[in-house]
């Protein structure tokens, strides 16, 4: 009986560590990748004439890409406005040239964002001495999203299937059963915009977006470029509500507020696949970051738990599940919410129970309004593992098992493929869940904030997700920004967004090898040439008075 008694302790002993329930605070190794930043003075003189040129540089490039759009972008098949022009339509038809005018644009737009991250978290792995003010990077965002929002859509034909899909709602059929041709009919000027891989398949998204797609169809009916301009519109709306939300955020983990936007609004992923692209992954990400802000206010604001802290709390989670009314993965920060809400009360497990049973009630009764008072029910519940067909090499589970799966063939195995994707995503889905388990236990016991778990939490979906599309990446990186602002987190989140943002075609389909190649080239000529003739107008070393690797942290702002 001692024995036994011995074991199950040990057991229990384990469990608690494996969950987290019994590790101190020092010894949390994701705690390492958040430490306060320190106010500094704003930029001097020489700091802001090299701001004007910087922000000149990235607006150029933006500029480039929204003309190179015009011949590589993903231009609609019918309704084309350049489709015959002689001086517009020449972009469609000098498709290397014009695809090397993408890429330099792109590039230049890369240098910039690395540039102005100078004048906002510093150098590698130090405080900036000077950094640029808020209004500063304001002005410079909107300089560099307003090119891409007037031009035709890039990186991605999505747009085309949103339409499609939105088309179907408005004639009163169930987007959630028919595909394009089914809804619409192969011939419909929507279905053939749609990629074919996408034709025949139901709509993937959540019900208030195919209810404001289906306002958007009644709207503009069949006219495509009318239909990508809502949908744009829609778009920025949400990188709107991520530029109010996220230096909110980042004041309640301690982080300067123009480090979170340069990392999670100014980001080229953002530029180009939530603006550029016109993906619904922006009005998600929005209100998402919205709602949890209003939350955080109930939660660590408010001195007593009164009834405007009671109408706080429920307005930011309905806002939190109405975007996942959009995707449903966003569902996610809720249980980040209700554990925030749970070591508040300060009561154990009940207290999580009751955040939970709340938070529950507000979120189904949330989604049945919306499924219900749309009319579109509840059928995107059963096609939401629609993309799951697509192979994304971003994705490590599908990566592991398609180069597993190919080193099988060479050896003389077989491809089993198919048979390892089986295997490996649901052994991914469960390391996924209990990444994001062991961050909820986190927040509950303090060790972590919760705007810095849920990234990490969001960070193991989107690595673990049977399939990852270039602005998936977005999911963590954006919430992150507002608390991870150790090199640790930083370094690897700069070189991934710079790689993603520059291997990704820009109308999302394949070109030439030798169009690529030669396109390449140019664009590395072009970059070196440029960064040598700018050796000492730009900051491309680190100058004296750009960054200091050693400064006294002082808490920037934090509330919580």
Known sequence: MAVADGAGRKVMELGRRVLGLDVRPSDHTIAVLHTNESEVPGLDRRETLQLMRIRLLGATGVVIMAISALGVGAQPVHQNPTSGLRVLGFFARAHTSTLAMCMIGATLVVMAWLLLGRFAVGGWGGNPRHRLTRSQM???????????????????????????????????????????????????????????????????????????????????????????????????????????????????????????LWLGAANPLVLFHLVGGVHNDAIMLGLMLA????????????????????????????????????????????????????????????????????????????????????????????????????????????????????????????????????????????????????????????????????????????????????????????????????????????VLSVVVSMIVMPRGADFYVFQIVESAIATVLVGVLFIFLTRNVLPWRNQPGVSAPSQRPTAYGVSS
């Open 138 to 260: 304001d002005r410079t965002l909107l300089l560099w999203i307003i090119p891409l929002s007037v031009a035709p859509p890039m990186f991605s034909n999505d747009v085309y299937s949103y339409l499609a899909q939105s088309e179907i709602a408005a004639r009163g059929l169930d987007p959630y059963q028919v595909g394009p041709v089914d809804g619409l009919g192969l011939s419909n000027v929507l279905t053939n915009n749609v990629p074919n891989i996408w034709r025949e398949t139901p709509a993937p998204y959540g019900p208030l977006f195919l209810w404001m797609g289906r306002g958007i169809a009644e709207l503009t009916g069949s006219n495509i470029i009318a239909g990508v301009w809502m949908h744009r519109l829609l778009a920025l709306a949400g990188v709107a509500l991520i530029v109010w939300a996220l230096p909110r955020l980042a004041r309640r983990c301690g982080v300067a507020p123009v480090s979170a």
């Open 291 to 494: 709602g949890l802000e209003f939350c955080l206010r109930a939660i660590d604001d408010a001195p007593v738990f009164d009834r405007n802290a009671w109408a706080t709390l429920i307005f930011g989670a309905v806002v939190i599940t109405l975007s996942s009314s959009i995707k449903i993965t966003s569902i996610v920060a809720l249980g980040f919410v209700g554990m925030a809400l749970a070591r508040r009360w300060g009561r154990g497990l009940r207290s999580i129970l009751l955040a939970g049973c709340i938070l529950a009630a507000i979120a189904i009764g949330t989604t049945v309004f919306v499924s219900g008072f749309s009319g579109l029910g509840f059928g995107w519940v059963y096609t939401l593992n629609q993309a799951s067909t697509v192979r994304s090499y971003l994705s490590l589970p599908t990566a592991v098992s398609i180069i597993t799966g190919f080193g099988g063939v060479l050896l003389g195995l077989g491809d089993h493929t198919t048979a390892l994707l089986d295997l490996i995503r649901p052994m991914a889905e469960i390391v996924m869940a209990f990444v994001i388990l062991r961050m909820l236990v986190a927040t509950w016991t303090g060790r972590l904030n919760p705007i810095g778990a849920l990234g990490v939490g969001l960070g193991a979906l989107v690595l673990l997700f049977p399939v990852v599309q270039p602005w998936y990446l977005l999911w963590a990186i954006v919430p992150l920004a507002a608390w991870a602002n150790r090199p640790a987190f930083r370094v690897p989140a700069v």
